[in-house]
């Protein structure tokens, strides 16, 4: 059955449901363990990039994993001046991503083998970053052959490039970028896909901006975000279709 589109009043009904909205905290503090040897066992061909830092032996607990949190990754958002840099970033976003899955980590290594992925991630990035930059013309540059898009990395992974590359939102900041996938669009009553127009991420910008205008005091957008990737919405999003 085809979704039909929450409304702002929809989304911020299924929110108060669901709970309190997480803390700006809780937000910045949500992480992930990976092992970075699930990575290396993958990193091969002839045009994989140069092994970035994030992937080396440094940091890593007593069972090989590393531990990446949003608030490591938007500090890491900021230091991105080289292709080296983006590549470092794309892994250490993907890690936050996936976690400790080894399957789900082939797929984010296939778009590494571009000969130019790093150039490309880069160029992506800076359409958000650089001068007169915005979340719009970042996810048109992923969606662009001519600018960043790499096969294989498609909106659910290229929207949280874009999310922590732009800082962490603030309150009185709208259209700020944010992380858009399967789960998310679920909950927002989108059809069930894995790519999205840049119209309609632009939608959901406006959108989930419009939502969080309904709360007093106006909440940062990734809180409701994260609210909504939560259990418990998932949770009252599954009673509502056996309703239907």
């Known amino acids: 059955m085809a979704r039909t589109r929450k409304t ?44 970035p830092p994030i992937l080396e032996s440094v940091g890593l607990d007593a069972r090989g994993r590393k531990r990446l949190t949003r608030e490591d990754l938007f500090i890491l958002g900021q230091r991105i001046n080289t292709a080296a840099d983006a590549i470092e970033f794309y892994v250490a976003v993907c890690s936050w991503g996936v976690g400790n899955k080894a399957r789900d980590v082939y797929r984010r290594v296939a778009p590494l083998r571009h000969p130019d992925a790093g150039k490309r991630l880069l160029r992506g990035i800076k359409k958000l970053q650089g001068p007169g930059g915005s979340a719009i013309a970042g996810y048109d540059a992923f969606r662009s052959t001519d600018t ?97």
């Open 8 to 51: 702002a009043g929809q989304i911020a009904e299924l929110l108060f449901a669901s709970g309190p909205l997480p803390t700006e905290e809780a937000v910045r503090s949500q992480g992930f363990s990976f092992y970075p040897r699930h990575w290396l066992s993958k990193w091969d061909g002839p045009h994989m990039p140069q092994i």
């Open 148 to 244: 960043a898009y790499l096969t294989g990395l498609g909106p659910a992974f290229f929207t949280k490039l874009l999310y922590f590359a732009a800082r962490e939102p603030t309150t009185d900041h709208n259209g700020h970028p944010l992380i858009l996938d399967q789960r998310i669009a679920k909950a927002i009553g989108w059809p069930a896909k894995t790519w999205w127009s840049t119209a309609e991420y632009e939608d959901y910008l406006a959108v989930m901006d419009e939502t969080r205008r309904l709360f007093d005091p106006v909440p940062r957008a990734d809180r409701l975000e994260y609210a909504l990737f939560s259990s418990a919405a998932q949770k009252l999003i599954g009673t509502e279709s056996t309703t239907l």
